[in-house]
T-cell receptor, first 111, second 113 residues
């Protein structure tokens, strides 16, 4: 099945650093979503984006729906230890259509 | 608090065994999904269901079947487990109005020996 191109695959950062990750696709999506998976748990929705150009924040997290509708970005400011985990992007063609997933970005904070 | 519950966190089975993974949600969601997660491959959709007794194949249905006899319960069945089905299995549910907002269970780590 189709998969989104998510990068980077992993990130090693210092506590307090800002983090950026992105997803690109050859297809146009109507919805972009960002999920986070803590170790030993299922993914949890962080942010949902519904409109091209939309910029949405959730605390220290900010996500954008790309103008071309083929990409999305997630930024985390001033990272803290509980930010570790795997971040997944997902795109959706229409409201009740199945999601297309990225392979995930693993965030690791250097001690 | 909304909840998707998977019956086992860890499961060890032998090659050739029939395996049942159970998932129950308490949100009255019509949509339910089964994914498997492997390192570097992300989430791959096995089967999904948009209603009771309804099922659709996802991207990797081979070797699996599902059952949805009640709205709240979606079961994944491995008819004859093989070692390449060792993986983390995740169940999720959503409403049709917000189909992209999936609620996931904590996952079942299945090892087939």
């Amino acid at each position: 099945g189709q998969q989104l191109n998510q990068s980077p695959q992993s990130m090693f950062i210092q506590e307090g650093e800002d983090v950026s990750m992105n997803c690109t696709s050859s297809s146009i999506f109507n919805t972009w979503l960002w999920y986070k998976q803590d170790p030993g748990e299922g993914p949890v929705l962080l942010i949902a984006l519904y409109k091209a150009g939309e910029l949405t924040s959730n605390g220290r997290l900010t996500a954008q729906f790309g103008i071309t509708r083929k990409d999305s970005f997630l930024n985390i400011s001033a990272s803290i230890p509980s930010d570790v985990g795997i971040y997944f992007c997902a795109g959706q063609l229409s409201s009740n259509y199945q999601l297309i997933w990225g392979a995930g970005t693993k965030l690791i904070i250097k001690p | 608090d909304v909840k998707v519950t998977q019956s086992s966190r860890y499961l060890v089975k032998r090659t050739g065994e029939k395996v049942f993974l159970e998932c129950v949600q308490d949100m009255d969601h019509e949509n339910m999904f089964w994914y498997r997660q492997d390192p570097g491959l992300g989430l791959r959709l096995i089967y999904f269901s948009y209603d009771v007794k309804m099922k659709e194949k996802g991207d990797i249905p081979e070797g699996y079947s599902v059952s949805r006899e009640k709205k709240e319960r979606f079961s994944l069945i491995l008819e004859s487990a093989s070692t390449n089905q060792t993986s983390m299995y995740l169940c999720a549910s959503s409403s049709p109005e917000e189909g992209g907002k999936l609620f996931f269970g904590s996952g079942t780590q299945l090892s087939v020996l």
